[in-house]
């Protein structure tokens, strides 16, 4: 069975970095979409970038362009979202998940990893 395990999470301050990885096991899910999604507390999962393995390029949502950059390094099975220019509305659990159909939806993940706690202070 494959498992995703995110790692990277921390506290930071707005204007901040940090680099959450996704380690893939058990499978290397090569020719899925792998993508990144967050939920802050009393809100609903959402999608923040995936990166389109057929297409070999990246998407992302309006509110995180040009801050946050996804990547995916199949021989580390490896899956990582470098977020820079971090603000308060960037804190959130986020989650690592592969994709059905490359759809950036929570309903299109077809295996989520446990989350990694994003603190941004302003």
């Known amino acids: 069975q494959v498992q995703l395990v995110e790692s990277g999470g921390g506290s930071v301050q707005a204007g901040g970095s940090l680099r959450l990885s996704c380690v893939i096991s058990?499978?290397?899910?090569?020719?899925?979409?792998m993508a990144w999604f967050r939920q802050a507390p009393g809100k609903e999962r959402e999608g923040v970038a995936v990166?389109?393995?057929?297409?070999?390029?990246?998407y992302y949502v309006d509110p995180v362009k040009g801050r946050f950059t996804i990547s995916r390094d199949n021989a580390k099975a490896t899956v990582y979202l470098q977020m820079n220019s971090l603000k308060p509305e960037d804190t959130a659990m986020y989650y690592c998940?592969?994709?059905?159909?490359?759809?950036?939806?929570?309903?299109?993940?077809?295996?989520w990893g446990q989350g990694t706690q994003v603190t941004v202070s302003s």
């Open positions: 058990g499978g290397m899910y090569s020719d899925r979409c």
């Open positions: 990166w389109h393995t057929d297409l070999g390029s990246p």
């Open positions: 998940a592969a994709l059905r159909s490359c759809r950036l939806h929570s309903n299109d993940a077809i295996n």
